[in-house]
């Protein structure tokens, strides 16, 4: 099947740094990418659709300053928290589509502590 | 709008009994995909089935099997002999091809030994 990874799968950093996500697909190439954040006992919410060669698509509500995304190849997105605040505390989620474009896989998730 | 109803929190289940896990969604697409996710401890999502809306057949994967009801806009997860190794975070998602997921609440589930 296909595999997804995330780097770093934890990170803990000072209120005020910025911080560097990596998303690869292994054995595939993703055209397009997800990222997810998933608060304490909540559900997966889309915070924005990373594509290939151009811009970003974020949801209504996430600020495009702050988490800016970068699809650099078919097979590499990065999500960049910048000023991180100890309320953008989460686990961030990528995934991607495989082969047959309807099921995404995902990669195991980053924990972002913000002290 | 589309959106998914995951409508029972937390369940229970004793090992090696069956255990039913609702969810309903509501969309104007005709042609869509769902999905039962699942989300143990180490919060990796593992997809667990699939269902394609063309297709009436229910889809099953050994012990997992749905009960897909278009018209009700159903799709329930049904898993047989629970094992303990099943305990997690279940979600139900839907998406239109190669877009991206809308996830329910979930569905907290407990294998008792």
């Known amino acids: 099947g296909a595999v997804v990874s995330q780097h770093p799968s934890w990170v803990i950093c000072k209120s005020g740094t910025s911080v560097k996500i990596e998303c690869r697909s292994l054995?595939?190439?993703?055209?397009?990418m997800f990222w997810y954040r998933q608060f304490p006992k909540q559900s997966l919410m889309l915070m924005a659709t990373?594509?290939?060669?151009?811009?970003?698509?974020?949801e209504q509500g996430v600020e495009k300053d702050k988490f800016l995304i970068n699809h650099a190849s078919l097979t590499l997105s990065t999500l960049t928290v910048t000023s991180a605040h100890p309320e953008d505390s989460s686990f961030y989620i990528c995934?991607?589509?495989?082969?047959?474009?309807?099921?995404?896989?995902f990669g195991p998730g980053t924990r972002l502590t913000v002290l | 709008a589309q959106t998914v109803t995951q409508s029972q929190p937390e369940m229970s289940v004793q090992e090696a009994e069956t255990v039913t896990l609702s969810c309903t969604y509501d969309?104007?697409?005709?042609?869509?995909?769902l999905f039962w996710y699942k989300q143990p401890p180490s919060r990796q999502m593992i997809l667990v089935i699939r269902q394609e809306a063309y297709k009436q057949q229910n889809a099953t994967e050994n012990r997992f099997s749905v009960n897909f009801q278009k018209a009700a806009k159903s799709f329930s997860l049904k898993i047989s002999d629970s094992q303990l190794g099943d305990t997690a975070m279940y979600f139900c998602a839907f998406t239109v091809q190669a877009n991206n997921l809308f996830f329910g609440t979930g569905t907290r589930l407990t294998v008792i030994p």
């Open positions: 990373s594509n290939e060669g151009s811009k970003a698509t974020y």
């Open positions: 995934s991607a589509p495989g082969l047959s474009s309807d099921t995404q896989y």
């Open positions: 054995d595939f190439q993703a055209t397009t």
């Open positions: 969309t104007s697409e005709s042609n869509y995909y």
